[in-house]
């Protein structure tokens, strides 16, 4: 298979006909050409990314022992039926990504200084796959949220953050709901439109190419080879609209009406992740897990949760408020294993589908009171490595996560050198 190449932007093009191209990779079909084989991979590898962006209380997260005997925390007992096939890393964070809760947009790229008002962001992990094993799918990836309709932290080559889907009866009509003929052919001449609005660009710029420069034609070069790409990326996502969707016994989900349900929202969002994985819809996810507004109350079902989530966690410290912040995580971690167990239970070519998705469960912030970026909570679970471990690095000189994101990457196959500030894959987290 040819390799793709990465998408440019020049300075001499538009932002907006940069961004019309950009848009075009995000849905492209698996093609029998492209494998070997002539077939799809039984249980091809995937991954889920999510983030937490109020923290976590880390006293009740991470063990005191490292290693493999470590005692099961408060936290990591809502898990612990799956102790084998997960890590826990202490003593991580991303180098040189802070400023509190802006961290999120660093939190996939680690590009650094994410509050400096000259802040350029850089692609995030699961648009660097995408970019690899993308078009195999319906959807190159899928970017959800709880209640932003902003993904917060996939972010495309160009800086640019992606839009989500942050209602889980959307996703559910766009992976498994069938059009009309109607629709279809609506579907159809929008995406011829944009095809001609690809060629008016290419020709735009071959127009240009006898007046530039010899640096802006090298600019040019790139600019178009990137347009071709983008033309073949549409012609598969055309194909794509003629395909049948996959059909589900699951009905669609009625959406959550109450706001202050974050727990159920997010138990949702997993039901269909796990069913994106299972149809082969995508093998790339995000979750944007946030609570919708700084006073939104994160509701329990035994417990009465009088003040909003966010101020809950500036009074971590407090005795009287810690203990219902401690069972908001709790929450959390719950849904996680229910989510594992969802996958675990899931098997295709005599391996579950947890076995081969990695699940990267993590926070921008550290301590949850200080609202800092150092000891993030950070657990990675299925996937190829021998898990069932505590890595514990130092809490105080902290080791860089990114390389734990390129660890990552060569698990999807892609051999980088580097990714971000990484200085090498994780010590310790090996491959079964």
């Given at each position: ?108 790229s680690g590009a650094v200084n994410p509050s ?53 009866s959307e996703l559910y009509k766009m992976m ?257």
């Amino acid at each position: 298979m040819k390799k793709q190449s990465f998408w440019i932007r020049p300075k001499a093009i538009s932002r907006r006909t940069a961004l019309k191209a950009a848009g075009v990779s995000l849905a492209l079909p698996f093609l029998e050409s492209m494998a070997a084989s002539g077939k799809a991979p039984e249980n091809p590898d995937r991954m889920i990314a999510v983030m937490c962006e109020m923290g976590y209380i880390t006293d009740y997260l991470f063990p005191k022992k490292a290693g493999r005997n470590y005692e099961m925390t408060d936290y990591l007992k809502q898990i612990e039926d799956f102790r084998d096939d997960f890590t826990i890393f202490s003593g991580m964070s991303l180098t040189g990504v802070n400023g509190g809760h802006d961290a999120a947009r660093s939190f996939l790229s680690g590009a650094v200084n994410p509050s400096s008002s000259s802040f350029k962001n850089s692609i995030s992990l699961d648009q660097l796959m995408a970019q690899k094993i993308g078009h195999l799918t319906r959807f190159s990836n899928l970017p959800l949220s709880l209640t932003e309709n902003s993904s917060k932290f996939s972010i495309l080559q160009s800086g640019v953050t992606l839009p989500s889907i942050n209602r889980a009866s959307e996703l559910y009509k766009m992976m498994f709901i069938q059009g009309s003929k109607s629709d279809v052919a609506k579907q159809l001449t929008n995406l011829n439109h944009g095809k001609s609005i690809l060629d008016m660009v290419n020709g735009e710029a071959k127009k240009f190419a006898k007046e530039v420069t010899k640096n802006d034609k090298v600019k040019l070069d790139q600019y178009m080879t990137s347009v071709r790409e983008a033309e073949k990326r549409l012609n598969f996502k055309i194909d794509w609209a003629k395909t049948p969707k996959p059909g589900v016994k699951h009905k669609m989900p009625k959406d959550v009406t109450d706001k202050t349900d974050v727990g159920t929202k997010l138990r949702q969002m997993y039901e269909m992740v796990t069913l994106a994985f299972e149809t082969d819809s995508t093998r790339l996810v995000t979750i944007y897990a946030e609570g919708g507004g700084f006073g939104n109350i994160y509701s329990l079902k035994d417990s009465k949760v009088t003040d909003g989530w966010h101020p809950l966690t500036h009074m971590a410290e407090r005795k009287d408020k810690r203990p219902i912040l401690k069972k908001i995580d709790e929450d959390q971690f719950k849904a996680l294993g229910g989510f594992m167990k969802q996958l675990k239970s899931k098997k295709t070519g005599g391996e579950t589908l947890l076995d081969k998705t990695m699940i990267l469960h993590s926070s921008n912030l550290g301590h949850a009171g200080r609202h800092d970026n150092l000891n993030l909570p950070t657990i990675l679970a299925g996937g190829k490595f021998k898990h069932g471990q505590h890595l514990a690095f130092d809490r105080k000189n902290n080791y860089n996560q990114a390389n734990l994101y390129l660890s990552m990457l060569h698990s999807m196959g892609m051999n980088a050198d580097k990714f971000a500030s990484s200085t090498g894959t994780v010590k310790g987290l090996d491959f079964a």
